[in-house]
Nanobody
Framework: QVQLVESGGGLVQAGDSLRLSCAAS????????MGWFRQAPGKTREFVAS????????YYTNSVKGRFTISRDNHKKTVDLQMNSLKPGDTAVYYC???????????????WGQGTQVTVSS
């Protein structure tokens, strides 16, 4: 059974940092692209960042470039999202996803976590 479990969300103030983590089981983690997506209230789910199987390639949506960093540890089967200089617009439920292709398209990811809430107050 595949499981992706996110952790690290919370309530912070604008300008603060948070580190999200996603632990995977039930998949050959080192062969999967990992992605982070988010969904704000009343909005559709949007791509945030992705990292390829080796960690050698990363991609970010423009609104988080320079503030967020995605990383992975294939031995621990984890993928992290370091979020700095958080803004109220970053408030959303953040989801971890695993897919076989290096893509920013959510429909091309095979497995999803349950999400973790990030709330940034002004």
């Amino acid at each position: 059974q595949v499981q992706l479990v996110e952790s690290g969300g919370g309530l912070v103030q604008a300008g603060d940092s948070l580190r999200l983590s996603c632990a995977a089981s039930g998949i050959t983690f080192s062969t999967y692209t990992m992605g982070w997506f988010r969904q704000a209230p009343g909005k559709t789910r949007e791509f945030v960042a992705s990292i390829n199987w080796s960690g050698g390639a990363t991609y970010y949506t423009n609104s988080v470039k320079g503030r967020f960093t995605i990383s992975r540890d294939n031995h621990k089967k984890t993928v992290d999202l370091q979020m700095n200089s958080l803004k109220p617009g970053d408030t959303a439920v953040y989801y971890c996803a695993a897919g076989r292709y290096y893509t920013l398209i959510s429909n091309e990811y095979d497995y999803w976590g349950q999400g973790t809430q990030v709330t940034v107050s002004s």
